[in-house]
């Protein structure tokens, strides 16, 4: 038994930090586990690891339940003999015991246990097989995540609020500024410039609680991505048209050299933010001419955008999809910046499985790559 503890210990002591490790250190449980079966202190490890483990037996009878497990749900003694079921009543718990008997490699779940509190548990699964592949059972490690999806739930709440109660004065103040213009045409006058100023500000400020919002949503996993195919030819016209009266002001010419067959698999109004992110820059920091364009190579969709404008600093390039990175932080302000459109395109990108990077180099332009895997697929 003591040869199954160390197999335990070394491989789930560590699934809570990384699954590779997990992987790696199940193989090595395995073959050195008659050798390390005289390790001293297994049981107190066991005893004062703050996870609950489990071991089951082949036919899925508890084996072993370390005190973290007992005390996580409330039992008063191990639950050794009796099925996951019996022993916890969790219906996922036990199916999972079920199907890591077919699973070679290490599989995560999260639990929520109903309840007047609620609680959530994540919970990282294996089985152990002998040499010659056959099943002796699985190693299971709970942990408790109850703690960290209340702060979640706060966080998200608080961002919630504030930017309620930002967005009700500010539309207010908008609303009154706009009235004075309205009342004061005359460019020329005092008044006029600060209402203008007022104007700017109050702009800026509306566009930052969006922002706001829009990357605590992406980041908090909220949204949920309504996946359909996405012309992306027909996505880049919009943008494009979006952004053309902005674009003419600063004589900027916009491109869509997206081929017309290109179709991904995507969110179509997220796609359409990031890709809007980027071409809006492409016009604020760029030179004559923003192009967006799609190439398909090796089972991967690559969106591009482009910019002939001054380029960025190699080592502002690592840091660029950073929250409130600015390469020029007046200069962004001036624009009418947040610092936050690049983050949101990069966790657009990601909730997508893809990868967002630049390339750039001073005085030679700026291209923005949203790579994505091979869901991209040619219309016929
Ligand atoms: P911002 O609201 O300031 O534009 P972003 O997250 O969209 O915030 O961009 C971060 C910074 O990256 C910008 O402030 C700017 O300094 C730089 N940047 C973004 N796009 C470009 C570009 N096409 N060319 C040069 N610099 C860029």
Known sequence: MTGWYVAILLSLGLAGLHLGWLRRYRRLALGQAAAATKAPGMTDVFAHMPEGVLLTSPDGL????NPAFCRLFGLADEPRGNTVMEAIRIHQANELVDRLKGESSVVQEEFMLPGLDPRYLQVNGVAIREKQGRHRGAILVFHDLTRLKRLENMRQEIVANVSHELRTPLSIIKGYVETLLDAEPDTGTTAHRFLKKIENHSDRLAY???????????????????????????????????LREMADKKKVQLKNSVPETVILKADSQRLFQALNNLVENGIKYGGECVRVSASQADGKLDLCVADDGPGIPAEACDRIFERFFRVDKARSRELGGTGLGLSIVKHITQLHGGTARVESQLGEGASFHLTFPSAGVEAT
């Not at 508890?62 to 339940?65: H, L």
């Not at 996993?221 to 494009?240: D, F, I, M, P, S």
């Open 62 to 65: 508890i084996e072993f339940a």
């Open 208 to 242: 930052l609680i969006e922002d706001i919002l829009t990357l605590s949503t992406l980041e908090s996993g909220g949204t949920g991505l309504e996946l359909r195919e996405v012309n992306l030819h027909q996505l880049a016209e919009g943008v494009l048209d979006g």
